[in-house]
């Protein structure tokens, strides 16, 4: 299948801070890519959909102008969290879709990003 | 909206059959999947159904009821990896988004 990578995996920075992570596809163009946020014993929440050069989408409650999200090109999402606080530790999961694939398996997870805010 | 239940645990004893049950409300519906998740890592596709009925594929089967809102998973022959949450997720109509449930830690013993 195909695979999406995530960097930095593991990630701890002051309260005030801005920390950017990365969502590549790697054997695939993606046009659409999803950001979501998991906290410990929860489901994935979706935060944006992000969509190759136009801008995100964002679900109702999650604030665009903390979480900006860029979608430069078919094979890298960012997603950037200004001013982080610590109610803002998670993990970060970012899928990808191949819009060539089978639409019963066309969205591929990247491994996540552990986000720690002190 | 979307409301995607399904239970908080379950446990089972290695080689026996887990059936974990999912019912949906969703505003649409366009294909329910079933992923699983080890703690700290991300989600791998299991299974999709979008007509009613039951997919088979190894050890793993999925069952779709659309009028009912429901669908189970049903793990056979349960291994000590198998231990790990599963979440059920309804994509939407018109869209590529998933809803997902809270998921189903499942924890397999010897």
């Known amino acids: 299948g195909a695979v999406v990578s995530q960097h930095p995996s593991r990630v701890i920075c002051k309260s005030g801070t801005s920390v950017k992570i990365e969502c590549r596809s790697l054997?695939?163009?993606?046009?659409?890519m999803f950001w979501y946020r998991q906290f410990p014993k929860q489901s994935l929440m979706l935060m944006a959909t992000s969509n190759e050069g136009s801008k995100a989408t964002y679900e109702q409650g999650v604030e665009k102008d903390k979480f900006l999200i860029n979608h430069a090109s078919l094979t890298l999402s960012t997603l950037t969290v200004t001013s982080a606080h610590p109610e803002d530790s998670s993990f970060y999961i970012c899928s990808a879709r191949d819009h060539k694939a089978p639409t019963y398996n066309e969205q591929f997870f990247g491994p996540g990003t552990r986000l720690t805010v002190l | 909206g979307q409301n995607i239940d399904q239970p908080t645990e379950m446990t089972a004893t290695e080689g026996a059959i887990v059936q974990i049950n999912c019912t949906y409300q969703?505003?649409?519906?366009?294909?329910l999947f079933w992923y699983q998740q080890h703690a700290g890592e991300a989600p791998t596709f299991l299974s999709y159904n979008v007509l009613d009925g039951l997919e088979e594929k190894g050890r793993f089967s999925s069952f779709l009821s659309r009028s009912k809102g429901y669908s189970y998973l049903l793990l056979k022959e349960l291994q000590m990896k198998d231990s790990a949450s599963y979440l059920c997720?309804?994509?939407?109509?018109?869209?590529?988004?998933?809803?997902f449930g809270a998921g189903t830690t499942v924890t397999v013993r010897a």
């Open positions: 054997d695939f163009q993606a046009t659409t």
């Open positions: 997720a309804v994509r939407g109509v018109n869209d590529y988004k998933l809803s």
């Open positions: 969703t505003s649409g519906f366009n294909g």
